[in-house]
């Protein structure tokens, strides 16, 4: 005896091969697992990201008087000024990042936005791709994506966010 289901005949014997019995479970979904250098290498991804949110802590984006800085945050950490400013007078398209990402960290939007506007975009990111980083190494299926191209995707956005605050930044000062 055939089922007739559409167009297709589905013989009665294959549908009784099926155990209909409600205190079985299902099987559960198939999800990739991660290869042990994929959760490593996210492993140390979120180590850096959790050390580039602690540094920004740690760093002061205020000036003597209490007031926020709008760049130069990055100097405390031994580094040189920004080469392109100190030559041509135009800030590069990180000037005020690691400023911005401080006062993130110490809870001053208005004035993160103020430094840079992009550095609250990359911090968000940031931030979210960390705790994605963490799950993945601790073994949570990490979906679609892998840890390569969350990082390609991390770098791409916050880049073309600097870089158009940069050309805004462009050409307000080349209309003055």
Known sequence: ?????????TPICELA???????????????PVLSRKERAAAGGFAVLGCLVFIIAAILSPYDAAGQPLSHGTHRQLGLP???MKALTGVPCPSCGMTTSISLIMHGDLTAASEANWAGILVAGLGLMTTVWLIAVAAGIPAGSLT???TIKWLTITGSTAA???W??????????
């Open 163 to 165: 870089l158009l605050r």
């Open 167 to 176: 050309l805004a930044l462009l050409f307000m000062w080349f209309r003055q």
């Open 81 to 83: 000024p920004c080469a």
């Open 147 to 149: 840890v390569d191209e």
């Open 17 to 31: 091969e099926w155990n209909y019995d409600t205190r079985q479970t299902p099987p559960p979904l198939p999800h």
């Open 1 to 9: 005896m055939t089922v007739i289901s559409g167009t297709s005949m």
